[in-house]
């Protein structure tokens, strides 16, 4: 099917431009590689947030064809490795007290690589260690949309 149509009673065509996570694709019926053949191209460099991904990424321990279960254990697989990997002494050296909040947002490439690692802390320190803890995690399965292996955005907020 072709996701541009031509204007009723006339030559002309209209392209549309859709707009996904701040990613404009935009399609023209007349260049004939727009036409779209069941989805092949719809998610070529597009990405998938975590929760509604068809088969998400994951750890080669969590492998399962049950979608939940692949999404809940490499939830609890990132979580596990931050916990023992996490300098939590960092915060006692900078004269931090109470309860420290980093958030951390960072992609999951369609080769299953971690990328585009980003932290907000209260300070600076806290931030690069929490970046360099994410970009430690180990090579996963890529996620899949469509059949086709996507870029996947995951947020992790880490409190100690």
Do not use: W
């Not at 399609?27 to 975590?50: A, I």
């Amino acid at each position: 099917d072709y996701i541009n149509r031509k204007v009723p009673g006339t030559d002309k065509y209209y392209k549309i431009i859709l707009k996904i996570n701040g990613k404009s694709i935009e399609f023209d019926s007349n260049r004939p590689e727009t036409k779209l053949n069941k989805g092949e191209q719809m998610f070529n460099g597009v990405e998938v947030p975590f929760y509604a991904i068809e088969y998400a990424p994951t750890f080669p321990e969590c492998d399962s064809e049950l979608n939940e279960e692949r999404k809940k254990c490499t939830s609890q697989t990132i979580s596990r490795f931050v916990n023992r990997n996490f300098n939590t002494e960092l915060a006692k050296d900078l004269n931090l007290k109470g309860r420290q909040r980093i958030h951390v947002i960072f992609k999951i490439s369609k080769e299953g690589d971690i990328i585009d690692v980003k932290a907000r802390a209260p300070h600076p320190e806290l931030e690069k260690e929490a970046i360099r803890v994410i970009n430690a995690l180990p090579k996963m399965i890529p996620g899949e949309q469509k059949g086709k292996k996507v870029n996947v955005p995951y947020t992790l907020p880490i409190v100690f």
